[in-house]
């Protein structure tokens, strides 16, 4: 693959090079090869993960209980790729409890949730869905978080408008702070 590869790239590189363009032919490059992949448990094969039309929180609205002035809630629902993810995150306050909530803007079917954690992460916290967002019904709970770690959580359609995270105890003596937030609908 990676001769097929070259060998399809390899005139344009040249030309590319000649004019100085270099950094743009490898960033083309990566971007073309790569693709963010997970599993679709109910046919138990590997599919795309193509961001911009799975997730029902990207570039919604999202709000916590605090954030710091460096990585606000906002940050969590912007549109990143594979390779500049981490230049953007959400970091609230050192204390216990602090939450992060997505404004889905109407109510509709949910069943899976992605959070992707930075060093500061929460060890016990739980995932709720709420059409209202005074209402809070639990669809995950766990107290094993960890830090630079990934919680995929499938569960049970709901119809929700809101979705949080609420921290009740952090992995370290800093604040809670995400990455991502995403939520889904999977077939």
């Given at each position: 693959?990676?001769?097929?590869?070259?060998g399809?790239?390899?005139?344009?590189?040249?030309?590319?090079?000649?004019?100085?363009?270099?950094?743009?032919?490898?960033?083309?490059?990566?971007?073309?090869?790569?693709?963010?992949?997970?599993?679709?448990?109910?046919?138990?094969?590997?599919?795309t993960?193509?961001?911009?039309?799975?997730?029902?929180?990207?570039?919604?609205?999202?709000?916590?209980?605090?954030?710091?002035?460096?990585?606000?809630?906002?940050?969590?629902?912007?549109?990143?790729?594979?390779?500049?993810?981490?230049?953007?995150?959400?970091?609230s306050?050192?204390?216990?409890?602090?939450?992060?909530?997505?404004?889905?803007?109407?109510?509709?079917?949910?069943?899976?949730?992605?959070?992707?954690?930075?060093?500061d992460?929460?060890?016990?916290?739980?995932?709720?869905?709420?059409?209202d967002?005074?209402?809070?019904?639990?669809?995950?709970?766990?107290?094993?978080?960890?830090?630079?770690?990934?919680?995929?959580?499938t569960?049970?359609?709901?119809?929700?408008?809101?979705?949080?995270?609420?921290?009740?105890?952090?992995?370290?003596?800093?604040?809670?702070?995400?990455?991502?937030?995403?939520?889904?609908?999977?077939?």
């Amino acid at each position: 693959m990676a001769a097929i590869i070259f060998g399809l790239f390899g005139a344009l590189g040249s030309a590319l090079r000649a004019r100085g363009d270099l950094v743009l032919e490898n960033l083309a490059l990566r971007q073309q090869l790569y693709q963010d992949w997970d599993l679709n448990a109910a046919a138990g094969t590997w599919r795309t993960f193509d961001r911009s039309t799975r997730d029902l929180a990207l570039g919604k609205t999202a709000t916590a209980s605090s954030a710091t002035a460096a990585n606000p809630a906002s940050a969590v629902t912007t549109a990143t790729t594979y390779q500049n993810y981490t230049a953007t995150r959400w970091e609230s306050t050192a204390s216990d409890p602090q939450w992060i909530m997505v404004d889905l803007g109407s109510a509709m079917e949910v069943d899976r949730v992605i959070l992707k954690w930075y060093t500061d992460y929460g060890k016990s916290f739980t995932i709720q869905t709420s059409t209202d967002s005074t209402t809070w019904t639990d669809v995950y709970s766990t107290t094993t978080g960890a830090s630079y770690s990934v919680t995929d959580v499938t569960f049970a359609k709901t119809t929700a408008r809101y979705v949080r995270m609420n921290g009740t105890q952090r992995g370290n003596t800093n604040g809670y702070s995400l990455f991502a937030f995403m939520v889904l609908d999977d077939p």
